[in-house]
């Protein structure tokens, strides 16, 4: 049960694109397309943003979108605007247990 | 509307006992697996504990095997995590979740879609 890799943190201006790695093993990420990314702003739950690799729940714009190759999962976002400053979490199904990646912090600059 | 809210939490000595509740409304909670997640100040997410709909499947994260134990009231709509032997690093606010699932044509895929807002353990002396 290791923790999924993330960079520790990214940055942008407003209007660029970004895109935050996952790096997991076939055993998680790799195995199964239950992967999703989770957006957290200071003293507030993690919100859903993305889930099976690439959907986007209702409300979520769609400059936010994902993608998986091999154990590693991709969250790109597009046209950074200032609200999307957060950190960044991804998560994968892994058998019987579930593993989330360290966490991204996002700065828009 | 669809809700999670948690209770219970609070400032516990070290190798002492708390237990976590979760009550859910807006939804038919008897029907969705259920996750504890927590989260050590200013560090990342962790995955707790996930118990299946029934209350007949659970499953831990090796860091609270034999220490934590994931429960469910489904008549009472509600969550709960004991948890004992309780150790400085437990320290956390911890949140349930609700997982969905759905499928394509040759898999089902899983994910955590509803959260509550935590409530927070402390473990000190």
């Known amino acids: 049960q290791s923790a999924l890799t993330q960079p520790r943190s990214v940055s942008g201006s407003p209007g660029q694109s970004v895109t935050i790695s996952c790096t997991g093993t076939s055993s998680d990420v790799g195995g199964y397309n239950s992967v999703s990314w989770f957006q957290q702003h200071p003293g507030k739950a993690p919100k859903l943003m993305i889930y099976d690799v690439s959907k986007r729940p209702s409300g979520v714009p769609d400059r936010f979108s994902g993608s998986k190759s091999g154990n590693t999962a991709s969250l790109t976002i597009s046209g950074l605007q200032a609200e999307d400053e957060a950190d960044y979490y991804c998560c994968s199904y892994a058998g019987s247990f579930w593993v989330f990646g360290g966490g991204t912090k996002l700065t828009v600059l | 509307q669809v809700q999670l809210v948690e209770s219970g939490g609070g400032v516990v000595q070290p190798g002492r006992s708390l237990r976590l509740s979760c009550a859910a409304s807006g939804f038919t909670f008897s029907s969705y697996t259920m996750h504890w997640v927590r989260q050590a100040p200013g560090k990342g997410l962790e995955w707790v504990a996930v118990i299946s709909y029934d209350g007949s499947n659970k499953y831990n994260a090796d860091s609270v095997k034999g220490r934590f134990t994931i429960s469910r009231d489904n008549s009472k709509n509600t969550l709960y995590l004991q948890m004992n032997s309780l150790r400085a690093e437990d320290t956390a606010v911890y949140y349930c979740?609700?997982?969905?699932?759905?499928?394509?044509?040759?898999?089902?895929?899983?994910?955590?879609?509803?959260w509550g807002k935590g409530t927070t353990v402390t473990v000190s002396s």
């Open positions: 979740a609700r997982e969905e699932s759905g499928h394509e044509n040759y898999y089902h895929y899983y994910y955590m879609d509803v």
